[in-house]
């Protein structure tokens, strides 16, 4: 199984990570168990809320679909998926038990479209 958190940095450096779950027929849905980093914070902070957060998807993998929620909205206040991911920063981090985590930093394009820039794993 893998096991996947969204990291959103906005332009006050302030961050929500947003831990996924799998729902009864298999989709990724956001479990609502964000996490808020209010300041520029140390790596080792904001290592430690990632580990929690991904601590979180080991524990509760699944979710009902019908209990899944607009976590984004619920942590931001904001409705729109375009408004609220459009001047963030978006890492997911994929943990894999078998072989560790993988980072994959993406980029909006000018079609507002999300794509991978890059990714890297770590054992």
Known sequence: MVYTISVYKDKQSKIIIIPDAI????????????????ELSSNSIIGTAVLESIKGCLATPTIESNKAEKVFSIASGIKSWKTFSKDRFLVSIKFYPEKGYVFLPQKRDIKDQCHLVSSKYIH
């Open 23 to 38: 729902d009864e027929i298999g989709l990724r849905r956001e479990a609502n168990r964000p996490i808020y980093i209010n």
